[in-house]
Every structure is written in C-alpha cells, then in structure tokens.
C-alpha cells in the first residue's frame, strides 16, 4: 500500500515524536511542530500516538492513495479536499484506492498533518521517524518529499462495505480542539535563566508588544519582527543546552523562538521559555501576530497536565468508535 | 574525588532542570560536568529522558507526565525534579575522575583545504606555518559535543591565534577544522558555518546506520593536532571512529 506524491509541497516531511536520547552527541531532536496534532490525529485514527505523519507546510502536496486507506488531516487548515470534495480537518475518513487528496488555499496555521490509521514505517532512525535533512537519514530517505514518491504505508484491516475507486465516506464524528484560558494570539512563557538581565523595559516590553511571526521562519527557528529587546550582560554566555520553545535574543535585539530541529545547545541569552502547552500553539502561528505573558510553573504544568487528559478521552472515545465500525 | 565548587540549579522551561557551574570555561569543571553526565545517564531517576552535558552546565529533559506520580505536597514536578537531580548531585564527591583518552588527529594545512589561512595570517600578523605550528602545539580538551552530530568543541586555543567569528556563514566542507575565539572544532558534515578553516582532517567523526551512531570524540578526550601532507591526506586509511 502506498501513496504517491503527485505534486510536492514546499515542506512536505515525515516526522514523529522525534527523537531523544542523542543531543548529546550533537543530534538535534526534530519530530512534528505540532506535537498534539501529531497525537491527536493518531489516537483519532486508533493508533498509538507518536506513529509516524507527513508533516506539510503551505503550499502543501497533493497526494493520490494507490490502495483503500483510512487518513485524517489536521493541524493547520489548509481546505483540504478528497476526491475534490471539501474535507474539515480531524475526521477520519474512509477513502477507496485512487482517491486524492489536495490542499487548495491557505486559512490558518503553520503545519497541516496528514496521518493514515496504521501509520507510514519510514525510515527509522535513531528510534525515530523524524525526517532530518541535515543528516540525511530518516523520515523518507532522509529529505522532504518530491513528486512521483511513492509512501508507503501500513495496511490494517478495513471495515466491511469500503468505499470504490475515487469514493470516499468522511465518518461524522472527529477531534474536538483543547482550549484553556489563552487568548488566540497570547502565548504562555516561563522566565529564562538570562530573563533578570533584562532591563525593566526591555521586560515591560515583552510582555505587552506584539511580535509578528517572519515568514521565513522555519522548523529550526521562530524570528519574530517587531522592535529590540534591550539586555545586560556583563559576561559573554557559554553555549548550552536548548529547548524546543527556548526564546532566544540574538544581538541586536531580535527574538528567535527555537522549535523541534534547533541545534541541541545555543549560545544566546535564554529570555524565557514556551511552556510546553502551548508549543503546538506557536508552531501554528506562522504568517500571524503572538503576544507573551509570563505564567507561573504552576500554570505551564496544570496545562500540560490537562492536554494530555484530553488526549486520553480522545484516545477512550475512539477506541470504543473503531470497535463499533468492526463489528457492523 | 571532586569537590564539588558552587552551583546554581533552574528549571529550562516546564520539561528540564540545568545545573550550572560558573560561566569560565574549565577544565575541571567540564570534568565535574562529564562525571555527572556518566553518573546520571547511568543511574536515571524516573521520568528522566535524557542528559545533555555542556561547558560548564548540564541540562536534564525530563517527561513531567511521569515525574508526576513522584510529587510530594504541593510543589510542582519542577521541584520535584530539581529535589531528584539534587540527590544525585551530591553523589559525585565520591565519585572517581574518568580516565580521558588522548588521540592525535591528523590535519592537512595546505591551502586547498585552509579556505581561511590568508584572512588568519593578515588578523593574527603571523605566517601560515606559524599559525599551523602553534593549533599543533597544544592539547585540547573536548569539552562538549553539538551544532552537528559528532562536532566537539575544542579548547582552549592559543590567545595569539582568536580569531573573530565571520560576519556571514559560508558553505564549508565535512572534516574542514575551523577557529573561533578560544574554541576549536571540526565540521563532520558540509555544513554552513561561521568559524575560520584552517586545515582538514581525513578522519570520519561520525559513523551511524540504523539505530547506532558512534563519534570519534567523545567529552572529556585530549586532543593533540598534526600536519600531514596532502598526499598523505588522499592515502589516510583513518583509524575508525
């Protein structure tokens, strides 16, 4: 079973959880932008949650299935259409071999997912399916895919009475998004090691300008536009260990957000951190305007805390939906 | 044994703790930091994902969904990381120092390969073979590994020799060793970078397949430099990462 690249997208990759266990040697950790997407679609689709998706920019590619497939799309919105026909975002859909699927124009997000129940194998890396070009290795060959790549995917069983060739049936029930208290363009952060070195406006700033996502931001770093952060530093920093979601200020006084392919360590001063509940959140607001407000650890760990019990309903529900679709 | 020198430990955000000693490079600092990485990645507290060692600091990731279950009254999984990591902090003092190999690396200097030996002769007001002779004198302690698989930061490099990083990074290629201020390192892959190239090694710093990579340097190894010639370049049978 495979799928085949028809057009390609301008960053069309397979990625996973990423991997981990090897920073220290210098290899960066990648995996999806998105993380709960990642997992949303998977459990959506009654998969474990990390296994691997194709992870697409805009313009994404467009995709024809060979064989029968069971996919859900997510994450950003790019009006996804199967068989030329619209496709709202986490649903499952059954969808008959030679059935295609196109992304056609942009309207919100930064990385839209596409995930097949069963998964893609890829090439495993390092424990990991996470594509990284700097390497060459994992994902599919090590690069973002092209036209006329063939994908493929595993094959699970499928429901009984299976939609033909180009039909498709978009099952009615899908993910419901997790929300907290955050405004749409509000990001939560925790203080960095190097935020007290910031000058009282310089903080005041922070907090309460708005930052617009450069759109030639990538899945190494966020640059954000507006005007500079001042800071003091008596000393030169060392490099050290960086995070997904460290934010960084480069001198001069630009912000740089580090997201899943940062290099494992980082030499500037660390101004704050994404909380992690809200990584999926920035990863997502490309081409858009973000705010930050500082929260206590607190709050970064009742989030995360409270995503991942959505993602467990998640899981629950479509557990018991899959079940029912079998035994009919 | 190490005495242990003052430290500070913060959380790096809500899923790591650093723990940093000082802001000068040293090496018996970085010898504390390698102990502490060999200690913790060999004895895990629950929850712990992986350790990153640095110059002088050392990050752990942890999965706070299952630190969670580790959480005593009211603090946070932070804390209770930080209360983890401190426990074995305090190992260390008993520790023994590790054994550091010493390896000697071949590096040809001949400007096919030294892209940037004219800019460091015009910067440093020294000959080409001044300059090779003095990144060859010292031994070098690789402090820790980043920015690509298998790149080890080396210092410290002879203060006559710092040069400034360039303004815009350039296409450089695998094995190219380069300088920047007190560091030294070698590029394992064709890389943008933004350090002078003084000269190029034939050995592989990194070999993988599948789920193994091996580097040729490892955190806490002496390294020492020596000129070959370019024929001995193109006949290096290397020794295998």
Redesign the interface.
């Known amino acids: 079973m495979s799928l085949r690249i028809i057009k390609a997208g301008v960053h069309d990759s397979i990625q996973d959880q990423g991997r981990s266990g090897y920073q220290h040697l210098g290899v960066s950790q990648g995996g999806a932008m998105d993380d709960f997407a990642l997992k949303s679609l998977n459990l959506l689709l009654g998969n474990p949650r990390h296994k691997a998706v194709i992870e697409m920019g805009f313009p994404a590619a467009s995709v024809v299935f060979e064989q029968q497939v069971v996919f859900a799309v997510g994450g950003a919105d790019f009006s996804a259409t199967i068989n030329g026909q619209p496709l709202p975002v986490m649903h499952p859909v059954l969808a008959g071999e030679k059935s295609s699927l196109q992304f056609h124009d942009y309207k919100n997000g930064g990385w839209a997912y596409l995930a097949i129940r069963g998964g893609l194998p890829g090439n495993l890396w390092l424990n990991s399916c996470s594509t990284n070009t700097r390497v060459e290795r994992g994902g599919w060959q090590g690069r973002l895919l092209r036209k006329n790549d063939y994908i493929p995917y595993a094959s699970k069983e499928l429901p009984d009475n299976f939609p033909g060739r180009k039909e498709h049936i978009i099952l009615p029930w899908y993910s419901t998004s997790w929300k907290d208290q955050s405004a749409d363009d509000e990001i939560y952060v925790l203080p960095g090691r190097e935020w007290e070195k910031i000058s009282d406006s310089g903080k005041k700033y922070f907090s309460e300008k708005t930052f617009w996502v450069n759109p030639s931001s990538d899945r190494m770093g966020y640059i954000l536009d507006g005007p500079p952060v001042e800071i003091e530093l008596q000393e030169e920093l060392l490099s050290a260990p960086v995070q997904f979601g460290t934010i960084q200020l480069l001198p001069g006084g630009k912000i740089i957000v580090l997201m899943a392919d940062r290099q494992s360590i980082g030499g500037y001063p660390r101004i704050g951190h994404v909380i992690s509940a809200h990584l999926p959140k920035i990863a997502q607001s490309k081409n858009k305007s973000i705010r930050f407000t500082l929260v206590t650890m607190e709050t970064a760990e009742q989030l995360l805390l409270s995503q991942e019990s959505h993602l467990l309903q998640l899981k629950n529900a479509c557990i018991f939906k899959w079940e029912n679709i079998f035994k009919k | 044994m190490h005495s242990l020198p003052p430290y500070s430990i913060?959380?790096?955000?809500?899923?790591?703790i650093?723990i940093?000693f000082g802001?000068q490079?040293n090496p018996g600092v970085n010898e504390i930091i390698n102990t502490l990485?060999h200690y913790f990645t060999g004895n895990p507290f629950r929850g712990c994902?992986?350790?990153?060692?640095?110059?002088?600091?050392?990050?752990i990731?942890y999965d706070?969904?299952i630190l969670?279950g580790q959480v005593l009254n009211n603090e946070?999984?932070?804390?209770t990381a930080i209360r983890e990591i401190e426990k074995l902090i305090q190992v260390v003092s008993k520790l023994q120092p590790l054994q550091n190999r010493e390896i000697n690396v071949p590096v040809c200097y001949d400007p096919t390969f030294a892209l940037d030996i004219t800019t460091i002769a015009d910067h440093t007001k020294m000959s080409p073979a001044k300059i090779i002779a003095i990144h060859c004198a010292v031994r070098y302690r690789v402090y820790?590994?980043?920015?690509?698989?298998?790149?080890a930061?080396m210092g410290e490099v002879d203060k006559r020799l710092y040069m400034p990083r360039k303004k815009l990074p350039q296409k450089i290629a695998a094995g190219s060793v380069g300088i920047t201020g007190k560091q030294t390192g070698i590029y394992?892959?064709n890389?943008p970078g933004g350090w002078n190239i003084i000269g190029r090694t034939p050995e592989q710093l990194?070999e993988?397949s599948?789920?193994?990579?091996q580097?040729f340097f490892e955190?806490g190894d002496i390294v020492q430099f020596y000129p070959i010639s370019i024929n001995e370049f193109k006949n290096y049978k290397g020794r295998g990462a």
């Open positions: 913060f959380s790096s955000g809500d899923m790591a650093t940093e802001h490079i990485y994902i992986e350790v990153v060692p640095a110059y002088t600091s050392i990050t990731y706070p969904l969670s946070t999984i932070s804390a820790m590994l980043g920015f690509l698989p298998g790149f930061y394992p892959l890389s990194f993988t599948g789920d193994t990579i580097t955190p």
